[in-house]
């Protein structure tokens, strides 16, 4: 049996800590193998080969490999096409996509040159398992050198319309370059109706009895793998995690927000509806606290920088008008925070507050429900749009561009008699049991062993071009 070969943007430099990286490397120090990400440092030497960076790693089980980038690099291959063009496809926000033929080439050049890198490095019988948008063309690279081994694919952000891809120079080589993959693995049925939808409208795809798609001469193995966290962990890091550096709100009054600082979070809207849920509240001796964490993110993009000034005018307009001199309603930490302090707010929190406008699942809703105290445990309020909405049905589910809606649930939550939250606690909670992190890896993992390899007639004309 050959090794299991992960290829995502980054690698882990010290000790694991997160749920995707702390499954990924828990299934390699199960299995052996490699972890190829792109090197954090920015070098323009050495670009021809992977650096071994398995020092890194307390246990030498599997080896951690990393490609370099150089600057121009960086800004077309990651900040460009990865984050200008596809991360707002993807997210419903075409608006905001940044069209530069550099950033097509070099998004091509770095997949290409990754490609030869890890060619060089496989054996016969290894498989590999590609994660996100940065290397969605890497198997049709590989598949032109000759390469025939398994490859899956896993793409953790939503799946994108069929008519936001006509955004894309070369629309039709999305579905190309999916095809050369043997697995493609996504995170919602939503996801899962979309992706079918545009090999529907390619002539080139036919559905095959067994639900696989037959795409030219190439077979495709379609499935929905809900991803989740480390449920038990997250429990444990909670119960550890220090609340008491957030102020001396009651818990009961505390609502919690947790997220990376993106325009696809829906922040500003939740700070509207935050703010319009002040004006409105029943009860005027009622003085909750709204704390949102929002950790820095790509502030090279321009997007980035735009919606950090909106938050910060926003929290402003809201503590302006509602702060009194004992009681500051809305706290935005625009840092990161140690990830046991959050977890423990979350569960010191009445409410937590997950309204992004577009995710793949959003594991943040999954580790609230987690860090719970079953037998007093909050309120989780989800977007719709979130992938965990999907099963995730006994959240109170809002739409996320009705400040209004949002405002009512935040009422609605604070005034939740204990019996309801319980019940909808447990609901959630047995939907991020039964898809916690080990059984999502294991899924992708078995489902891919049970594709059919790509045969050599196969490795022939393959598009690499957007």
């Known amino acids: ?29 199960q299995r052996g193998g490699l972890w190829i990400g792109a090197d954090p440092q920015i070098c323009e030497e050495g670009r021809d080969r992977l650096h071994d960076m398995s020092d890194t790693n307390p246990d030498p089980a599997y080896r951690k490999l990393v490609f370099r980038l150089n600057a121009q690099e960086r800004r077309n291959y990651y900040e460009g096409f990865a984050n200008s063009v596809l991360w707002p496809v993807c997210h419903r926000r075409t608006d905001l996509v940044e069209m530069r033929s550099e950033y097509r080439a070099d998004y091509l050049a770095v997949n290409m040159r990754l490609a030869r890198l890890i060619a060089r490095e496989l054996g ?9 948008y940065h290397f ?35 629309p039709e080589n999305f579905a190309e370059w999916l095809s050369d993959f043997n697995l493609v693995g996504l995170q919602t049925r939503g996801d899962t109706a979309r992706c079918l939808e545009m090999f529907r409208a390619d002539r080139r795809a036919e559905f095959m ?24 962990g997250v429990n444990e890091a909670a119960r550890r995690g220090r609340s008491d550096r957030f102020g001396p709100v009651a818990p009961q009054d505390r609502i919690i927000g947790a997220d990376r600082l993106d325009y696809s979070k829906g922040l500003p809207q939740k700070f509207r509806a935050f703010g319009r849920y002040l004006d409105q ?20 993009v321009s997007a980035y920088k735009q919606i950090t000034r909106e938050l910060a005018q926003i929290s402003g307009e809201v503590n302006g008008a509602y702060s009194e001199l004992d009681w500051t309603p809305l ?14 707010l979350c569960r010191q929190a009445r ?24 037998q007093d445990p909050g309120v989780l309020i989800l977007s719709r749009f979130a992938g965990a909405a999907e099963d995730m049905t006994e959240a109170v589910q809002v739409n996320p561009h009705d400040v209004d809606e949002i405002a009512e649930a935040i009422s609605y939550a604070l005034a939740m008699p204990h019996g309801e939250r319980l019940r909808r606690y ?30 050599r007639s196969h490795i022939s004309n393959h598009r690499i071009a957007v």
């Open 1 to 29: 049996m050959g090794r299991l070969i992960v290829v995502s943007n980054r690698v882990p430099t010290e000790n694991p800590s997160g749920g995707l990286v702390v499954a990924l490397h828990d299934v390699l120090m």
């Open 124 to 132: 016969p019988d290894d498989q590999l398992w590609v994660h996100d």
């Open 136 to 170: 969605l063309p890497l198997a049709s690279m590989l598949r032109s050198l000759g390469v025939r081994n398994r490859i899956g694919f896993f793409l953790h952000i939503p799946f994108p319309n069929i008519t936001d891809l006509s955004v894309l120079p070369s």
């Open 209 to 232: 009895r067994d639900g696989t798609i037959k795409f030219d001469d190439h077979v495709l193995t379609l499935g929905s793998f809900p991803i989740g966290i480390d449920v038990q």
């Open 281 to 300: 509240r029943p009860q005027i001796e009622r003085r909750p606290t709204f704390t949102q964490i929002a950790a820095p993110s790509r502030g090279e």
């Open 331 to 344: 706290r935005l930490i625009h840092r990161s925070v140690p990830r046991e302090d959050v977890l423990g």
């Open 351 to 374: 409410v937590g507050l997950v309204t992004p406008l577009a995710d793949g699942m959003n594991l943040v809703a999954k580790e609230f429900i987690a860090a719970q105290n079953p």
């Open 426 to 455: 447990e609901a959630c909670a047995q939907v991020v049991w039964s898809t916690q992190i080990s059984t999502w890896a294991e899924r992708c993992l078995t489902r891919l062993a049970q594709c059919t390899p790509t045969l």
